[in-house]
């Protein structure tokens, strides 16, 4: 009886931490996935397939593909080989990374899930980096005073932070009302980058497996070390903690990049249903 009790423990917590850890990675990453694959969708009926190809699929296929690979070497993948941009009419295929790993290493099939993911995490970080670059926009400015763990957890934070965020997009669209003529290249610029990028963060079916498994076994491992430690430390409980303080700064990056894609979004929704496509 006082085993099925610490089992069941160890099973609520080990479920905590993954909705910790993971449930608002994965919303968020579901919401930029949609908003990505309307883009292109749109992009395409909009400016015509050859167009949209070179015009912004090339920039769009090579972050996506980079997303990937640079998770590799991390988590001991190897790159057998790897197309960045390459047009194949017959697959449908722009891109593609193949790589390979010792099945039996833990930290390599954990990796998976990072590979995966590679292009939401990578495509949403060049979006807040240029966007930073062209306007010197630092949105983390309106959160120093936030305590992180907090913010998705309990609903009084979870207004704050939403108001935060509002004050610091508003903030963003008036220093672009405020853009002198000489300097409109750059909103043109951000524009160009967040119509090619924002369509690449998205999965295909075989990044969604591969992030799966990865995070499965990322999840068993938690289990494991939260059922052999639980009894006489919480170091399991504070290392996910820390490890959610770190990952809701990337979390406010990709609510930054949302905001962005739904307007390009609702334009491109607009201009589809204007020229009757």
Same mark, same amino acid.
């Given at each position: 009886?006082?085993?099925?009790?610490?089992?069941?423990?160890?099973?609520?917590?080990?479920?905590?931490?993954?909705?910790?850890?993971?449930?608002?990675?994965?919303?968020?990453?579901?919401?930029?996935?949609?908003?990505?694959?309307?883009?292109?969708?749109?992009?395409?009926?909009?400016?015509?397939?050859?167009?949209?190809?070179?015009?912004?699929?090339?920039?769009?296929?090579?972050?996506?593909?980079?997303?990937?690979?640079?998770?590799?070497?991390?988590?001991?993948?190897?790159?057998?080989?790897?197309?960045?941009?390459?047009?194949?009419?017959?697959?449908?295929?722009?891109?593609?990374?193949?790589?390979?790993?010792?099945?039996?290493?833990?930290?390599?099939?954990?990796?998976?899930?990072?590979?995966?993911?590679?292009?939401?995490?990578?495509?949403?970080?060049?979006?807040?980096?240029?966007?930073?670059?062209?306007?010197?926009?630092?949105?983390?400015?309106?959160?120093?005073?936030?305590?992180?763990?907090?913010?998705?957890?309990?609903?009084?934070?979870?207004?704050?932070?939403?108001?935060?965020?509002?004050?610091?997009?508003?903030?963003?669209?008036?220093?672009?009302?405020?853009?002198?003529?000489?300097?409109?290249?750059? %909103? %043109?610029?951000?524009?160009?980058?967040?119509?090619?990028?924002?369509?690449?963060?998205?999965?295909?079916?075989?990044?969604?497996?591969?992030?799966?498994?990865?995070?499965?076994?990322?999840?068993?491992?938690?289990?494991?070390?939260?059922?052999?430690?639980?009894?006489?430390?919480?170091?399991?409980?504070?290392? %996910?903690?820390?490890?959610?303080?770190?990952?809701?700064?990337?979390?406010?990056?990709?609510?930054?990049?949302?905001?962005?894609?739904?307007?390009?979004?609702?334009?491109?929704?607009?201009?589809?249903?204007?020229?009757?496509?």
């Amino acid at each position: 009886m006082v085993f099925l009790d610490y089992l069941l423990r160890t099973i609520l917590q080990t479920f905590n931490h993954i909705l910790i850890l993971f449930l608002p990675i994965i919303i968020l990453g579901l919401i930029l996935h949609y908003f990505s694959l309307a883009i292109q969708s749109s992009g395409i009926k909009i400016f015509g397939i050859k167009f949209y190809l070179y015009g912004f699929a090339a920039l769009k296929t090579a972050i996506h593909e980079l997303g990937h690979a640079i998770f590799c070497p991390v988590f001991g993948h190897k790159i057998i080989k790897m197309k960045l941009f390459e047009v194949n009419y017959e697959s449908g295929n722009l891109g593609y990374v193949n790589h390979s790993y010792n099945q039996n290493n833990l930290w390599s099939q954990i990796g998976s899930f990072f590979i995966g993911i590679g292009p939401i995490i990578l495509g949403s970080l060049a979006l807040f980096s240029i966007s930073y670059f062209l306007f010197e926009f630092d949105v983390f400015v309106y959160f120093k005073t936030i305590d992180f763990p907090d913010q998705f957890y309990r609903w009084y934070s979870l207004q704050i932070y939403l108001e935060n965020f509002y004050n610091a997009f508003i903030s963003f669209f008036q220093s672009l009302n405020n853009v002198e003529l000489s300097q409109v290249w750059r %909103v %043109v610029l951000m524009i160009y980058f967040f119509i090619s990028i924002g369509s690449s963060i998205n999965l295909s079916p075989s990044d969604i497996r591969s992030a799966a498994k990865g995070l499965g076994i990322f999840i068993l491992l938690l289990f494991v070390l939260s059922l052999t430690t639980m009894w006489q430390t919480t170091v399991i409980h504070d290392g %996910v903690i820390y490890l959610s303080k770190w990952l809701s700064g990337f979390y406010l990056i990709m609510l930054f990049t949302i905001s962005f894609l739904l307007i390009i979004y609702l334009l491109f929704s607009i201009l589809e249903f204007v020229l009757g496509r």
